[in-house]
């Protein structure tokens, strides 16, 4: 079996590995605590991603009515362009216009989540790969999956977020926090699987079973 590339900060579980920081990680992303300001600054994505949300684009860009300042409702060539060429040949960047990814709803809610939401679209498979498995890292090392936080994950530019900050959160909203394999269940399956996720559960359970929601734990 081969090793982990970050062994000491790693634990293996079955045929796969997590960082151990996960496995007593209790954290929910809802936007109504911060009116989604992780999404402020846009997000990164690679050129099959930008097709698939362009090729709806039209669709998606009708949840934004309320933000006349995006280009959407202007005529000309450009009025549907919603990313920026990135740093490299293949990478984009979604457009942030007052402060707001231009995709991102007046009240901190994404277009293209909502817009999955509402045609029973996966949005797990549909979105953005950082926007969906955010704080995690999904990737195969040798031919085995390991789950990790993001790297930038402890970069102070993300101390507004409070999801990740749960210091900053109330004490009564702090102590509810579900575990992370909780709230983030549909997309740990969408990347790892069931059979692979039914695993992690029953670990997590069986070790770190208190920091666990009374819901999952019955």
Same mark, same amino acid.
């Given at each position: ?19 151990? %920081? ?20 846009? /997000?990164?994505?690679?050129?099959? +991603?930008?097709?698939?949300? &362009? &090729?709806?684009?039209?669709?998606? &860009? ?6 006349? +300042?995006?280009?959407?409702?202007? +005529?000309?060539? *450009?009025?549907? +362009? ?13 457009? &942030? ?33 950082? /926007? ?19 790297? %930038?994950?402890?970069? @102070? ?12 959160? @109330?004490?009564?909203?702090? *102590? ?17 699987? %069931?059979?692979?996720? %039914? ?20």
């Amino acid at each position: 079996m081969s090793q982990s590339p970050t062994k000491p900060d790693m634990v293996q579980i079955s045929d796969f590995w997590i960082q151990k %920081e996960i496995l007593t990680m209790r954290w929910d992303c809802d936007y109504h605590w911060c009116n989604g300001v992780c999404c402020d600054v846009g /997000c990164w994505f690679v050129e099959p +991603e930008r097709d698939r949300v &362009a &090729a709806c684009i039209k669709e998606i &860009a009708e949840y934004l009515r309320d933000r006349p +300042e995006l280009p959407f409702w202007k +005529e000309g060539p *450009d009025q549907w +362009e919603f990313c920026d060429l990135g740093w490299d040949e293949g990478y984009y960047h979604s457009k &942030a216009i007052n402060n707001l990814c231009i995709l991102q709803m007046p009240d901190g809610r994404c277009a293209v989540h909502t817009y999955c939401i509402d045609r029973k679209i996966p949005w797990e498979e549909f979105k953005f790969t950082i /926007c969906v498995t955010w704080p995690l890292k999904f990737r195969v090392f040798n031919g085995e999956w390991h789950v990790t936080l993001h790297p %930038e994950f402890n970069d @102070p530019g993300w101390d507004p977020c409070i999801c990740i900050r749960p210091d900053t959160l @109330p004490p009564e909203i702090r *102590d509810k926090l579900p575990h992370v394999i909780e709230s983030m269940k549909t997309t740990i399956v969408s990347r790892i699987g %069931e059979k692979r996720y %039914e695993v992690l559960h029953a670990y997590v359970k069986k070790n770190f079973g208190k920091y666990f929601t009374k819901t999952m734990n019955s």
